[in-house]
């Protein structure tokens, strides 16, 4: 018995050793296989890691960004605002130097048109005679001189005379005549071009 008892012995120790070497063998292979499932991991943990800190880099570069971002906002509001206001004073005071200069204008061309009215009453007197008298004859001699301007003034405020100019408008171009009717009752103005 012992004789048959020694093969089956054998084969047993070899089968043992076989499934040992086996084992070992896998062993091996699954530690090397989560050791490399380590290194994936944490190679991925580190990428993670690396990732939340850019991104939280960008949330407070975002942040900083947005808080600048809305104090440039407040600001350009502000200055608007200021910009709008001075405008609207601006046009305020436009309106009333625009009043002021047509009252003034008013007045002015008042004035003038008085002027005028003295001027052109010294050609409008009743006259006799069949004289006539035209200006732009060919004779020079017969050619009036030019009656210089009466200064206006009129008196300010403060008891003085201020003086202003005689001519609202540049006159055309035309030359003024006179001639007298023949039964004298008054004298007529000519424009000859």
């Not at 047993?12 to 050791?35: C, G």
């Not at 008013?106 to 009743?126: D, I, M, P």
């Not at 003086?163 to 007529?188: F, H, I, K, N, Y």
Request: glycine share 4%; net charge neutral; hydrophobic share 35%.
């Amino acid at each position: 018995m012992a004789s048959g008892l020694l093969p089956v012995a054998c084969a047993t120790a070899v089968i043992l050793s076989a499934v040992r070497r086996w084992l070992n063998q896998h062993e091996a292979q699954t530690t090397a296989s989560v050791n490399q499932l380590l290194a994936q991991h944490q190679l991925k943990q580190d990428e993670l890691t690396e990732r939340e800190r850019a991104v939280i880099t960008q949330e407070r570069r975002l942040v900083r960004m947005t808080a600048f971002s809305d104090l440039r906002a407040r600001s350009v509001h502000t200055r608007l605002d200021m910009v709008m206001n001075e405008n609207q004073a601006l046009r305020k005071r436009c309106e009333d130097l625009e009043t002021d200069l047509a009252e003034v204008s008013e007045e002015y061309n008042e004035l003038v048109g008085e002027v005028l009215r003295q001027r052109g009453s010294v050609f409008t007197r009743r006259t006799t005679g069949t004289a006539t008298l035209i200006m732009g004859c060919a004779d020079e001699q017969a050619r009036p001189h030019p009656v210089p301007p009466i200064p206006l003034s009129r008196p300010s405020t403060d008891g003085e005379d201020q003086s202003r100019p005689t001519a609202a408008r540049p006159r055309r171009a035309g030359r003024l005549g006179l001639a007298q009717q023949r039964d004298g009752t008054a004298a007529l103005e000519h424009e000859s071009m």
